[in-house]
């Protein structure tokens, strides 16, 4: 079964009840006991920053940071330029920002599945599913 690559919006749904998909990302999120996930180092940056600016909490951004450096331990993707020159065609291509075309780089360089809570910019496109798409497929 192919690797989960998990977006900010996956990770901050697992420990916010407000956040849209919430019960399916802590569901998919509880899962990593079992089963390895792949982040973006991106996405330490972005869960950390919701947690300090967005619900006032260096504790939360702590946990959460830890949270995904142990779900992900060996699979934490940093820029390189082959991820680099892949985000900026993705981007231009689909008309992605920056941030969400490295996801969907990466998923692709790595032949992982992207599951994101952008149902917007990534699923509706076709370029991610959802923790419930996830959770309903088995993974």
Known sequence: MTLLLLD???WLASRNNREDGH????????????????????????????????????AAAQRITDLVRAACARN????????????????????????DAAYVAAAEINGWTLVSGDRRDLVGPGLAITAEQALAAGY
Do not use: C, M, Q
């Open 76 to 99: 934490i993707v940093g820029i390189d330029g082959e991820l680099l020159a892949r985000t900026i065609a993705v981007a231009d291509h689909h008309g992605l920002s920056a941030y």
């Open 8 to 10: 900010a919006n996956v």
């Open 23 to 58: 019960v399916a990302a802590r569901r998919l999120v509880a899962t990593a006991a079992r089963r390895p996930f792949a982040a973006l180092d991106l996405t330490l940056y972005e869960v950390a920053n919701i947690a300090v600016k967005a619900w006032r909490s260096a």
